[in-house]
């Protein structure tokens, strides 16, 4: 089992930054892919960037050009930092951690919200 912990969320003005962490916990050794999904009212969750453990970063429209994911493996720790804010970029931001190769397995965190207010 792994667990997750969020962190970071909040209410920031639009234009403005946040970073999010995510600390995992347990059997960290089973584990390849760390990423960040958000889920606004009403839409499907979805990734906004991913890390593998060899470092290698994907980052999807959502993000691109305005966020940087990181991680800390000697703290078991990711980060997400986002710039220049935008109304659209309020959810519910949750943190994944995944073995991409059989066996499969996911884990969740239990999320942070995020509001930007224009």
């Known amino acids: 089992q792994v667990q997750l912990v969020e962190s970071g969320g909040g209410l920031v003005q639009a234009g403005g930054s946040l970073r999010l962490s995510c600390v995992a916990s347990?059997?960290?050794?089973?584990?390849?892919?760390m990423g960040w999904y958000r889920q606004a009212p009403g839409k499907q969750r979805e990734l906004v960037a991913a890390?593998?453990?060899?470092?290698?970063?994907t980052y999807t429209d959502v993000v691109k050009g305005r966020g940087t994911i990181s991680r800390d493996s000697t703290k078991n720790l990711v980060n997400l930092q986002m710039n220049s804010l935008k109304p659209d970029d309020t959810a519910v931001y949750y943190c994944?951690?995944?073995?991409?190769?059989?066996?499969?397995?996911?884990?969740w965190g239990q999320g942070t919200q995020v509001t930007v207010s224009s």
């Open positions: 347990g059997s960290i050794s089973s584990i390849n892919f």
């Open positions: 994944n951690a995944a073995r991409t190769l059989p066996p499969y397995i996911t884990y």
């Open positions: 890390i593998t453990n060899d470092g290698t970063t």
